[in-house]
């Protein structure tokens, strides 16, 4: 596998404006389980448990699954999931996330699933415990672009979601996520381009 140095600029926006997520591609690859924790190993480093990782387990998941509740799978669009209160009194339902951009919210939220349970990878890329510094607009447009990025339209892919209840046995990267924002850990197989991503998220306040 020979790991790319240069992302499209979207993924160095996203880490500016506070994006939890970190990335590392291969080109040259193939969709065997060594190459998936070969992969995961290079974007961890020393820190890695492999027998962990592989006891831990994965499961191939598909695109619904994997963006989760805070996106529409079909139109990619974020959505602000939960139910939320105007200041001029409306309540909203999963509004659409950049409608949020022209209305004072006073309050709402959601029930946020239990760390290590899989998928959500939109939740956890639009929220991180402090926030991204960008707008809504802006958000989804990274969103997009990195998305378009890792899940080309049309172009055939296998997700692997290495989320676990265990994932702190793995690195202690993921120790920090399991109190409570939640530990992510995902590879895609893109065989048309030979192209393998390993991408990760675990942060707390």
């Known amino acids: 596998m020979r790991r790319l140095d240069k992302l499209p600029p979207a993924f160095k926006r996203y880490a500016k404006v506070g994006g939890a997520f970190d990335f590392a591609v291969f080109d040259e690859a193939g969709d065997s389980e060594a190459e998936s924790v070969e992969a995961i190993r290079r974007l961890l480093g020393d820190d890695l448990d492999e ?21 529409h799978p079909e139109s990619r669009k974020l959505i602000k999931r939960g139910t939320w209160r105007t200041t001029d009194g409306q309540e909203l339902v999963d509004p659409p996330f950049k409608k949020v951009e022209r209305l004072v919210l006073s309050g709402g939220g959601y029930a946020i699933p239990l760390p290590g349970e899989g998928g959500q990878f939109a939740r956890a890329f639009v929220e ?9 607009h802006e958000i989804q447009e990274l969103f997009g672009e990195i998305l378009g990025f890792l899940l080309p339209p049309d172009e055939p892919h296998g997700i692997l979601d290495w989320a676990s209840p265990r994932l702190a046995e793995v690195s202690p990267r993921f120790e920090a996520g399991m109190e409570w924002w939640g530990a992510f850990l995902f590879t895609i197989h893109q065989p048309e381009r030979g192209r393998l991503i390993a991408f990760a998220a675990s942060t707390t306040d």
């Open 51 to 71: 027998t962990a990782l592989r006891a831990a387990g994965h499961r191939r998941i598909r695109l619904a699954e994997f963006l989760g509740a805070h996106c």
């Open 128 to 136: 991180p415990p402090y926030g991204l510094d960008a707008s809504p």
